[in-house]
């Protein structure tokens, strides 16, 4: 909220400067987020008097003034018709220089010499009157500068009021906290009011239908007033903080809001039928038009302000085109009302009118502080609009609002919550400064009521954050609690998530992190089936675009997305890992199941290094990744099997991840077919986990195994097989046939092509055969080993290499 | 005789030294120890020599002898050294081209930021919990004492995926699930992922916080200033300023503000501090009574304090970064920097 040094001091004697009372503020809980200093944009320019004006010889609509500023006269060409002598005007001197980078000098207009210029409010920056000359009054001394004659200094606070403090929403509510903060005295504007010929019940009534809607309903009449601009003091406070001036009568409601809190309406009162007010709930499907000329339909339950026949404003929300103040407007039925909070939230945000009003009625002003914006505002029509305040008010007040009252305090419970020791009498001046009615029941123990406009204080911890506010939280002490002797153990998952991050840092990986939320259409660019379960999306209602609409079921688009986005830019070698969660969608009412998941990307150059090698990563690198991992969890029976298929996967290079005879994720290359779809150039590789079930059999724990004493024996054979044998498939044979002597199979090579007959491949394998317990002879193996060569043979049909003849 | 083997000397050493080549060394060699060499002959012709001189003679002769040869051979040797060096120093390689390596890759600036907030928290006895990122209107609001319709929640945006279902605005939500379901006392920290609309330079729709919860007997205000100052000394640095100012949360009264002194322009004020001299670095506050009340807490029997921060914030000023919405662009250029 926008607030004015000046229009403060109306209410509080402020001995702080700027800055200091910024901080006190801020400490205070009223937080200051910019300080700006309004001064003129212009120099120079200083009161003046015209003396004479007559027409200039030599053009039709110009005149020649002159003015003086007391101790000089000067020659002004001037074209406003709105200048008489006599007429104190502002006299923008040779050297001035006024807003626009304008400097004047002196000119010959039409051979007539021009010594200065007249301005108007517009060229002086100071409002936005660009009809003529700006007229000042006739009390202001020629020759005195402009600016501290007007006195158009101020400095504006931007300041961040919580949604607790309602009571702060306005100059004098943050006066208020000041004087609570400085101990300077506070006092609410002096209210004279000349009431004066007929009485307002004789003119107007006002009827509540629904006092659960509408506690309190005030009104007065004003009669005679002339509808024109404000003056500029009015609209400069109303510029200051924010507002745009209108006219003199709304810009009156607009202040007295700005100035205590409590919004008020205008109703031009010949456009109330039968003349009088009737505040009832809107009927189903009620339409209305609002002073913006939109027409609403309202939701039920909106309280609507209602002559005798229609409504005529939303109240609390906004007034109706149909009872606008006007050009020709003379008498006003002033509206200062008491509207139930909740409900003009509902209602505001229904309907999308977050006005000045709304916010202010919906966070709850002061009850009790109704009538005297009412008698404000009508004191202010008369000064300035020259309007007849009638006799009397009407005040319908059919249901009493409640504040709390007597709230309970324990002065050891102040200072068990703060952890301090303040005094009983220093907590009971700190609640009496912020208006706060004291009561002692017993040693320590009180009875609060705080004042009607603090709406938010209602039980004894509200009273402990006053004193500890007011009491400055840097006087509080600064202790540590004593740790718990329980240890604190590492959540294994977290142990294990921050292992694979490592793994994956030493392959390569970079971590990303994408949005959650993912296009709709991602599930199609993936190819998923129609049955896939990853079809199951959680929808957002109001997401921000619709590519971001809907909670994403895999981590593989975001990384193809990512992939994409550094293609964008250039750099099309990439190895990315995400760790983050997939939603999946269950019944209505309940919870989406949500999973984390590790995905992986890997596209591009295997090295950065071209001058080293130009070679391509391919699946082989990113099941490298996976071995490692699993490795590095102390997961052994990891599988990977080829008959597992994904749709956005390439068939033949991709495969099922199983941990036993569980599936935990899978691994491949993308189908070109999803390249295709999201505009991808390079082949990619992706694996998804699912980390919960790899987690689940992760076990942190290390158990050093003997190194062997004695030495291996080792025996290489070429297999020539079917192209369709699994690798694995041959190993798991061996291995089976081999017994405890045969330590280890691993492949050595692969070859197909010219020598090996069309169809088959060649595999090469190494056999480890160790024993525990003794070196192992030649012989021995020889006998193992042809013995375990002969068995693969005989199960897969394969040939040795070098013997197929 | 004497005096013709002691020039012969100077001759041969004459002409060892000015000999550079394998060849001219071998020819030295050849000349004078020969089998015809010069040397050679001297001692042949012994006989020539006065029986009484003869034992010197032939001394000098072995002397002189091995003197010849063995400068040849430490100089044979110097030549075959360097020759290999020669050899060697063709196979040279570029020692500026870039080294063969798998580039190592980087952790997220943003699970960086949470790993150290997170040891530092286990260092004050926090254990690590998470929940749901899809949330109850129950759990995300009202259970943290912001009924429906109320003014705190225009505090923040929300994403709905029902009328009861919310993406979770804020990570407070698990301090009403871990006391759920745990008796006092409670010391956690909840890290995750968080989502508001809003997105410009300073918002992204999903964005980090970590929630601290420390409930136990006793547990004052005081110990919240203690525990914070403690945990942003640790992150900032043991001299970083830092002052706690009154705000407000729904779930917390008091509630307090941390700010940190700017770390830019350490207080004189500058833009990434809007001229303050100080950042906005987490919310915090004394739990609610309220709150206490939803999870059945006696909140005469029990206190205790809740805080909340972002990681890209803390990210951002550890690492100057002016635009949030780096992080989750993930472009390599930018991830390859932590």
């Known amino acids: ?805 | 005789m004497l005096k013709e083997l002691e020039e012969l000397q100077r001759q041969a050493e004459a002409e060892l030294s000015s000999a550079k080549t394998e060849g001219e060394f071998l020819a030295v060699r050849t000349r004078y120890l020969g089998r015809k060499g010069l040397l050679t002959r001297l001692l042949r012709n012994i006989g020539n020599v006065e029986e009484e001189k003869r034992p010197l003679f032939g001394m000098r002769c072995n002397e002189i002898k091995e003197a010849i040869s063995g400068k040849i051979d430490t100089a044979l040797a110097k030549l075959a050294s360097l020759r290999r060096e020669e050899v060697l120093l063709r196979d040279k390689v570029d020692v500026t081209l870039p080294g063969r390596t798998h580039r190592y890759g980087r952790v997220h600036p943003i699970t960086r930021v949470r790993q150290e907030i997170c040891s530092i928290f286990a260092g004050l006895g926090f254990s690590v919990v998470e929940g749901p990122e899809v949330e109850l209107d129950y759990y995300n609001f009202e259970a943290l004492n912001i009924p429906k319709d109320h003014p705190a929640r225009d505090m923040q945006d929300t994403f709905y995926i029902e009328d009861n279902i919310v993406l979770r605005t804020h990570t407070s939500p698990v301090q009403i699930r871990v006391m759920e379901k745990q008796r006092p006392p409670v010391r956690i920290l909840s890290p995750g992922r968080v989502y508001r609309p809003d997105s410009d330079i300073s918002h992204t729709p999903m964005f980090h916080q970590i929630e601290g919860l420390l409930v136990d007997k006793g547990i004052t205000f005081a110990d919240l200033k203690g525990v914070l100052t403690s945990f942003l000394k640790q992150l900032f640095g043991e001299d970083t300023a830092l002052r706690f100012r009154p705000s407000f949360f729904p779930f917390t009264e008091p509630s307090a503000e941390v700010d940190i002194r700017c770390v830019m322009c350490s207080g004189s004020g500058c833009r990434v501090c809007g001229q303050s001299g100080w950042l906005e670095i987490l919310g915090s506050g004394m739990v609610d009574p309220e709150v206490f009340k939803n999870v059945a807490y006696d909140p005469e029997e029990v206190t205790g304090f809740a805080f909340g921060l972002g990681l890209e914030r803390i990210a951002m000023l550890k690492f100057g970064i002016s635009d949030i919405r780096l992080f989750f662009e993930n472009d390599r250029r930018f991830l390859e920097q932590f």
């Not at chain 1, 100059?171 to 006092?187: L, M, N, Q």
């Not at chain 1, 003379?330 to 509206?335: F, K, N, Q, V, Y």
């Not at chain 1, 591009?604 to 071209?610: E, F, I, V, Y």
């Open chain 1, 1 to 805: 909220m926008l607030v004015s040094w000046k229009w403060l001091k109306d209410f509080v004697d402020i001995r702080l400067t700027p800055e200091e009372l910024v901080d006190r503020l801020t400490m205070a809980g009223l937080e200051v987020e910019s300080l700006q200093e309004n001064v003129p944009s212009f120099t120079g320019v200083v009161v003046s008097k015209i003396l004479s004006v007559r027409p200039h010889p030599g053009a039709d609509k110009c005149f020649i003034c002159e003015v003086t500023t007391g101790d000089a006269k000067y020659p002004v060409v001037c074209s406003a018709g709105n200048i008489r002598p006599g007429n104190v005007v502002p006299l923008a001197k040779v050297g001035a220089t006024i807003p626009g980078g304008y400097t004047i000098r002196t000119s010959k207009i039409k051979g007539e010499v021009s010594e200065g210029m007249l301005c108007s409010e517009e060229e002086l920056g100071i409002g936005s009157d660009a009809s003529g000359v700006m007229i000042l009054s006739e009390h202001l001394s020629p020759g005195a500068d402009l600016a501290s004659a007007l006195d158009l200094k101020d400095v504006v606070l931007d300041i961040g009021i919580t949604p607790n403090r309602a009571d702060c929403l306005s100059i004098a509510g943050i006066a208020r906290e000041i004087a609570a903060i400085t101990g300077s005295p506070f006092s609410y504007p002096r209210i004279s009011l000349p009431e004066r010929g007929e009485d307002i019940h004789g003119i107007t009534s006002v009827d509540i239908l629904d006092p659960d809607l509408c506690p309190r309903y005030s009104a007065r009449v004003i009669k005679n007033v002339t509808i024109a601009p404000s003056p500029l003091w009015l609209r400069r406070r109303l510029e200051a903080v924010g507002m745009r001036a209108i006219n003199n009568v709304v810009d009156i409601t607009n202040y007295v809001m700005m100035e205590l809190g409590q919004p008020l309406h205008a109703f031009d009162h010949r456009f109330l039928e039968e003349g009088r007010i009737v505040v009832r709930r809107s009927r189903a499907e009620e339409k209305f038009t609002s002073l913006d000329e939109k027409e609403r339909v309202l939701r039920p339950d909106t309280i609507m302000i209602c002559d005798g026949v229609k409504p005529v404003a939303i109240g609390g929300v906004m007034g109706g085109l149909n009872s606008e103040v006007k050009e020709d407007t003379e008498t006003i039925l002033l509206e200062s009302a008491y509207f139930d909070p909740s409900s003009i939230r509902k209602s505001a945000k229904w309907l999308g009118m977050n006005t000045d009003a709304a916010f202010r009625f919906g966070r709850g002003v002061d009850p009790e502080g109704v009538i005297r914006a009412l008698d404000r505002a009508a004191q202010l029509m008369a000064e300035i609009a020259g309007g007849t305040v009638c006799k009397g008010h009407i005040d319908q007040y059919p249901k009493k609002v409640e504040t709390a009252g007597r709230i309970p305090l324990r002065i050891e419970r102040v200072n068990d919550i703060l952890g301090t020791r303040i005094g009983e009498a220093e907590i009971t001046e700190t609640l009496k400064r912020i208006g706060m009615l004291i009561e002692k029941e017993q040693e320590g123990h009180y009875r609060v009521t705080p004042p009607t406009y603090r709406v938010d204080i209602t039980r004894e911890i509200d009273l402990i954050e006053e004193v500890a506010r007011l009491h400055g939280y840097d006087c509080i002490p600064v202790t540590i609690p004593p740790v718990s002797v329980k240890p604190v153990i590492r959540d294994s998952r977290e142990v294990a998530k921050d292992r694979i991050r490592e793994i994956l840092r030493g392959s390569g990986y970079s971590e990303v992190i994408t949005y959650s939320f993912i296009s709709p259409s991602a599930v199609d660019c993936l190819l998923l089936r129609a049955d896939d379960a990853r079809r199951n999306l959680v929808k957002i209602e109001n997401p921000l675009t619709e590519d971001q609409a809907v909670m994403r079921t895999t981590l593989i688009y975001s990384l193809l997305e990512t992939m994409k986005k550094n293609a964008n830019v250039g750099c099309t070698d990439l190895k990315v890992f995400e760790i983050g969660r997939v939603f999946f969608q269950r019944r209505e009412g309940e919870l989406p199941c949500e999973k984390e998941q590790l995905g992986c990307l890997l596209t591009g150059m295997r090295s950065d290094h071209l001058w080293s090698s130009k070679t391509y990563a391919d699946f082989f690198d990113l099941k490298g990744c996976v071995e490692n991992i699993f490795d590095s969890l102390k997961i052994s029976e990891i599988r990977f099997m080829h008959d597992y298929r994904e749709t956005f996967l390439h068939p033949g290079k991709s495969c099922g991840i199983f941990i036993g005879d569980q599936p935990v994720g899978y691994a491949g290359e993308v189908h070109p077919d999803v390249l295709v779809k999201m505009d991808l150039k390079n082949r990619a590789y992706v694996l998804e986990i699912d980390l919960e079930l790899l987690l689940r059999n992760f076990k942190d724990v290390t158990l050093y195994r003997e190194l062997p004493r004695f030495p291996m024996v080792l025996r290489d054979v070429a297999f020539v097989v079917d192209e369709g044998l699994h690798a694995a498939g041959v190993i798991d044979l061996a291995m089976s046939a081999g017994k405890e002597l045969l330590e280890n199979v691993s492949v050595f090579d692969i070859y197909s092509g010219k020598s090996v007959p069309h169809g088959r491949k060649s595999l090469g394998l190494r056999f480890t055969y160790r024993a525990s317990d003794r070196t192992l002879t030649d012989d021995e193996v020889n006998v193992l080993h042809n013995k375990i060569v002969k068995s693969v043979v005989e199960k897969t049909g394969a040939k040795i290499r070098g013997e197929e003849h």
